[in-house]
């Protein structure tokens, strides 16, 4: 058996068509453009690459784009207080400080900051309470992509066995709440799990986040899984990979999902829709009044 790829890069680009299908419409029938404000401080290369992408996506989908770069001195008060003033910017839907920041800085404090509607990457306490009680609400990118590719193999997740390895605020909780709400029995491994693979081996989807590779062998898959490889690591020449062994690993699963190509390109896609949901929120359709009715058809 050979695993079926998984085509992150070009399911995000389909994605990113229907973002900017929407805020065409969103401008038009509304007058409303929706708007991201990244935040970026320090000189972090990785840091300033992701920043860089989400800024060239968010033009390229039609949204309106803020970068605000600041030096590695800038204050915890200081910060705050471009945090505030980005709430009160009614052009701006969606927030984004990335992450990591220096470290004189109070992480915590600073995602607490943003206005919960605003909170496009879902990691406020408020947007995980949120998810945790399944109410509406703006879901972490990453998770929710892959959400996305799972639902791409038509492979209906309600009923499955998932095995979720990592247990962070980022990506393994919220990865398996959001199984969870879709239904799939859920296991969550980490470091602390004795025989991780007597639990991955009865998984029909295994979604690895530890940024470890080597992690997931093909010993450890059952035949025929769908695998989610969320790591991204660096092989001993340089290259990407992630926590998943993806050359033997695919000779067991399924379905299987590469880095790169595969989780990276999905989550600036789902920054785009947490985006413009965020600008639906603030002007909903019904604030616009209800379409004419009657009349002939074009």
Not at 24 to 42: E, H, W
Not at 124 to 148: E, F, N, V, Y
Not at 194 to 200: E, F, N, R, W
Not at 246 to 257: P, Y
Request: proline content about 7%.
């Amino acid at each position: 058996m050979t695993a079926q790829l998984i085509d992150g890069a070009a399911l995000a680009k389909r994605l990113r068509g229907e973002a900017a299908q929407a805020a065409a419409t969103m401008r038009a029938l509304r007058g409303v453009r929706p708007g991201l404000a990244v935040v970026l401080v320090g000189e972090d290369p990785a840091s300033a690459i992701y920043v860089r992408n989400k800024v060239r996506a968010c033009e390229e989908a039609g949204l309106h784009s803020v970068l605000e770069r600041y030096h590695a001195t800038l204050t915890q008060p200081e910060l705050l207080a471009r945090i505030a003033a980005l709430n009160a910017d009614p052009s701006i839907h969606g927030i984004l400080v990335q992450m990591p920041l220096p470290r004189h800085l109070d992480p915590t404090a600073v995602i607490e900051a943003i206005a919960p509607a605003k909170d496009v990457d879902g990691f406020s306490i408020a947007s995980a309470g949120q998810l945790m009680t399944g109410l509406p609400g703006l879901r972490p990118a990453t998770p929710l992509g892959c959400m996305k590719l799972i639902e791409s193999t038509g492979v209906p997740i309600r009923g499955q066995h998932a095995v979720v390895v990592g247990r962070s605020n980022t990506v393994g909780k919220p990865m398996a709440l959001l199984l969870l709400q879709a239904s799939a029995t859920v296991t969550v491994c980490h470091s602390a799990t004795p025989d991780l693979a007597s639990h991955t081996r009865q998984a029909d989807i295994v979604v690895v986040a530890v940024g470890r590779r080597g992690t997931l062998t093909a010993d450890m898959v059952k035949p025929g899984a769908i695998v989610i490889d969320v790591g991204i690591n660096r092989r001993d020449d340089g290259k990407l990979c992630g926590d998943v062994e993806f050359d033997a690993v695919r000779n067991v699963a399924g379905w299987i999902t590469p880095v790169p190509g595969g989780v990276g390109p999905m989550t600036i896609a789902m920054l785009l829709m947490n985006t413009l949901q965020a600008a639906e929120l603030t002007h909903p359709r019904s604030a616009f009044g209800a379409p004419p009715q009657g009349g002939a058809a074009g």
